[in-house]
């Protein structure tokens, strides 16, 4: 799940606070009725009440639990422990040994995700499956360090993914071990983008843990891909959105600079995109550049057949939406070019009609932990990007490895190893493993660093035609489109046969 934030974010808990200019990468995605049965927990399993909230015009609720976790999995001199928090439906899971849906949190709020992934409240009934929803470390509720978590590098340097990972192994042996009748409970894991990413990793690394795993819009080669393939996805949707929709969005950025060579164009541009902070120096022309260049690749991520608010409320089909403000021909000044720019970008900042002013500083939901996935961008999730101006509608920006590592010692004094997400899990090297589903819509431009061809008869790739980022893991509507309809219905035909071979195993 992801966005590009190529402009400042800072926190007050750092001491050191800059720009990570260039791949500071984090991923979105997204992803209740619940009775649950007395369980027989143990102490380290604390219960919380249940919620009832409404999520897309349903009534959901759930129950909060907390589990006692190793801050150190994999040392023993730090042997303190922390809550992590996990969410859990059984409404439909009435029978003894009956599956487990198990959803690998990623970079943010795990209630957030939960009410985002309809696909799997869908499918409970019909599997009879308990649904748990796990949060990773560092993230929403789950803080080793309570708020001192983010103080230091000394705190940070437990959020890694394969922390993240025995986490969630512990905890599913821990469920399997407390709640009767879940000793035999089969458990598939489940994530979108960075969850997806952690579904696939978990079955691949505790393969005694899952039977199987779905990796929406996972991108695990993200790694190791040409760094300029994110952005030519982006501006293909744009393409297509409209004509002269993704060439213009290209031409605008000489035009930005052009307009804010002046004061008066300077003030121009804050009130023809009625900024809630106007624009000052070059330094905020910078970053009004890179919160457009932010707005595409969201727009483009969500680019769902219906109205939705997973990031910001949108229209059906927003990047069409978007380009019905670029038409232009080539003719146009600077200020139409411009104007037509900010009519687009209200698309996505106030479809409501609410917003008084727009502000650069958030493009997405504040439930996302975007220092955390920066520090994990800093560290092993090195993902390379770049723009070229030629074969995308961005200005030229090239991958500078050195660069980002400066940039990510000065903000958290640590520094990426640029090969570890491929050593520790196999690069492309994966046919050993089994019983994962990669799935991808060809709209999203995460699928760039995904798993986009079947590798067995067990590692399966699905491509979902007129799909945006993880759109197979929402709720169903009524204007989804076909491919993502068939695409949810294979899927959990492969549940089940992993269900099946789960039971003749035992």
Request: charged residues 15%; contains cysteine.
């Amino acid at each position: 799940m992801g966005v590009m934030f190529s402009h400042g974010q800072s926190s007050d808990s750092l001491s050191s606070t800059m720009r990570l200019s260039c791949t500071a990468v984090f991923f979105i995605s997204i992803f209740f009725i619940i009775s649950c049965h007395a369980l027989a927990l143990k102490p380290q399993l604390l219960g919380r009440h249940t919620i009832k909230i409404s999520s897309d015009h349903r009534s959901l609720s759930y129950r909060t639990f907390y589990f006692d976790q190793q801050i150190d999995h994999f040392g023993f001199l730090e042997n303190g422990t922390f809550k992590q928090r996990y969410l859990l439906n059984d409404q439909h899971w009435h029978k003894e040994g009956g599956p487990i849906l198990f959803y690998t949190g990623n970079e943010g709020d795990i209630a957030w995700f939960c009410n985002n992934t309809g696909f799997m409240w869908d499918v409970a009934e019909e599997l009879g499956a308990m649904l748990v929803f796990a949060e990773h470390r560092y993230y929403g509720e789950s803080m080793p360090f309570g708020e001192e978590s983010y103080s230091n590098a000394k705190y940070l340097n437990y959020l890694t993914s394969e922390q993240a990972l025995a986490d969630f192994a512990v905890l599913i042996k821990a469920l399997k071990g407390n709640i009767p009748g879940a000793q035999k409970s089969p458990v598939i894991a489940i994530g979108g983008s960075y969850g997806g990413m952690l579904a696939a990793w978990l079955r691949m690394k505790y393969p005694s843990a899952v039977i199987g795993a779905l990796a929406s819009s996972a991108p695990i080669w993200q790694f190791i891909v040409p760094c300029g393939g994110f952005y030519q996805v982006v501006t293909r949707d744009f393409t297509s959105g409209g004509v002269n929709c993704s060439s213009n969005i290209g031409r605008s950025w000489k035009a930005v600079d052009g307009i804010s060579a002046t004061g008066e164009g300077l003030q121009w541009l804050s009130q023809e995109f009625a900024l809630c902070s106007p624009l000052k120096s070059l330094e905020d022309v910078y970053g009004f550049k890179a919160w457009l260049q932010e707005t595409w690749v969201n727009l483009a991520m969500v680019d769902y057949p219906y109205e939705a608010d997973f990031l910001q409320p949108l229209p059906r089909w927003p990047v069409k939406e978007v380009c019905t403000h670029l038409r232009f021909d080539t003719g146009v000044s600077d200020k139409q070019l411009l104007h037509g720019i900010s009519q687009a970008v209200r698309v996505y900042y106030n479809y409501s009609g609410d917003a008084l002013c727009l502000n650069t500083s958030q493009t997405a939901t504040g439930n996302l932990g975007i220092l955390g996935w920066f520090y994990q961008s800093c560290t092993e999730m090195v993902m390379p990007m770049c723009t070229d101006g030629i074969n995308d509608m961005f200005e030229p920006q090239p991958w500078n490895f050195q660069a980002f590592s400066d940039e990510c010692f000065a903000q958290f004094g640590v520094r990426p190893r640029k090969d570890w997400a491929k050593i520790v899990y196999g690069g492309r090297n994966i046919s050993a493993h089994s019983n994962i589903i990669f799935s991808n819509g060809d709209l999203d431009p995460w699928m760039s660093g995904g798993v986009t061809k079947s590798i067995s008869e067990s590692l399966v790739a699905i491509m979902i035609d007129g799909g945006a980022h993880h759109l197979d893991l929402r709720y169903n509507n009524e204007y989804d489109p076909e491919s993502v309809i068939k695409t949810r219905a294979l899927e959990v035909q492969y549940f089940i046969k992993w269900i099946k071979q789960a039971a003749s195993t035992l």
